[in-house]
C-alpha cells in the first residue's frame, strides 16, 4: 500500500495564482515525520520543510506554507503568489520513526508537477 | 562547496557492462543512501549506511552493490548492466537516520543503457 499519496499529478496555474498541493499519508507509527522536497527541471532535489508527527503547528516560510492535520493524516503545501521559477516537481515524503530496521527510510510520494504559466 | 557529490552526472554505457557511481559528503553526517528514480519519477530507496554499515537493503538485484570505504564515501557498483537499469541515482545523507533529520540530496546520476 502506498504510504504517501499525492493525487494530484498534475497542476497548472498562471503566475500570482495560489496554488496547494495535496500529501495524505499513512503510517501505524506514533513517532513519524513528514518531508517536502522540490525537483526543479535540472533535476536535483532540494528540501524544503521537516514536520515531526508532535508537531502540528501549520509553518510559513515567505511564499510558502504547510498546513499539517493529523486528523486527516494530510500535510498540504501552499504557495501563495506562485512564480515561474516555483515550476517543479514536488515530493512529499514520509519517514517512519520507531521500527529500527526502517529507520532512515523515505518513503515517497508519487510528485506533483507544478507548471507556472508567466 | 558541494555537500553531496555525486559523479559522473550522465553516464551512458553498453548492455552487460559494469559500471560504478561514486558519491561523497562533506556535511560530516553519519547515514548516507542510494535512491533510484524511475522514468515516472517515483523515488524509492535501494540502501542505507550508517557509519559505514548497511542498515538498509532494499529488494533490489544483487547486481547492485554499494561500498562504503568511510562514512563521508558510498559507491554504487552495477555489475552486467540491464536495460531497465536505466533510471536516475541520487546519492543522500543525514545526520542522522532520516527519521531525527532530513537527507539532503546530491544532483544525481542519469543512467543510461543501451
Known amino acids: 500500500a502506498q504510504k504517501v499519496t499525492q493525487a494530484q499529478t498534475e497542476i497548472s496555474v498562471v503566475e500570482k495564482e495560489d496554488v496547494t498541493l495535496d500529501c495524505v499519508y499513512e503510517t501505524r507509527d506514533t513517532t513519524y515525520y513528514l518531508f517536502w522536497y522540490k525537483q526543479p527541471p535540472s533535476g536535483e532535489l532540494v528540501f524544503l520543510i521537516r514536520?515531526?508527527?508532535?508537531?502540528?503547528q501549520n509553518e510559513i516560510s515567505g511564499r510558502y506554507s504547510w498546513n499539517f492535520q493529523k486528523s486527516t493524516s494530510s500535510f498540504n503545501f501552499t504557495i501563495t503568489a506562485s512564480q515561474v521559477v516555483d515550476s517543479a516537481v514536488y515530493f512529499c515524503?514520509?519517514?517512519?520513526?520507531?521500527?529500527?530496521?526502517?529507520?532512515?527510510?523515505?518513503?515517497f510520494g508519487r510528485g506533483t508537477q507544478l507548471t507556472v504559466w508567466p | 562547496d558541494t555537500a553531496v557529490s555525486q559523479t559522473p552526472k550522465y553516464l551512458v554505457t553498453q548492455m552487460g557492462n559494469d559500471k560504478s557511481i561514486k558519491c561523497e559528503q562533506n556535511?560530516?553526517?553519519?547515514?548516507m543512501y542510494w535512491y533510484k528514480q524511475d522514468s515516472k519519477k517515483f523515488l524509492k530507496i535501494m540502501f542505507s549506511y550508517n557509519n559505514k554499515e548497511l542498515i538498509i537493503n532494499e529488494t533490489v538485484p544483487n547486481r547492485f552493490s554499494p561500498k562504503s570505504p568511510d562514512k563521508a564515501h558510498l559507491n554504487l557498483h552495477i555489475n552486467s548492466l540491464e536495460l531497465g537499469d536505466s533510471a536516475v541515482y541520487f546519492c543522500?545523507?543525514?545526520?542522522?537516520?532520516?527519521?531525527?533529520?532530513?537527507?539532503?540530496f546530491g544532483q544525481g546520476t542519469r543512467l543510461t543503457v543501451v
Open positions: 514536520r515531526n508527527s508532535f508537531d502540528e
Open positions: 515524503a514520509l519517514s517512519e520513526g520507531s521500527r529500527g530496521s526502517t529507520l532512515g527510510r523515505l518513503y
Open positions: 543522500a545523507s543525514s545526520q542522522r537516520p532520516q527519521g531525527v533529520r532530513e537527507a539532503f
Open positions: 556535511l560530516g553526517h553519519d547515514t
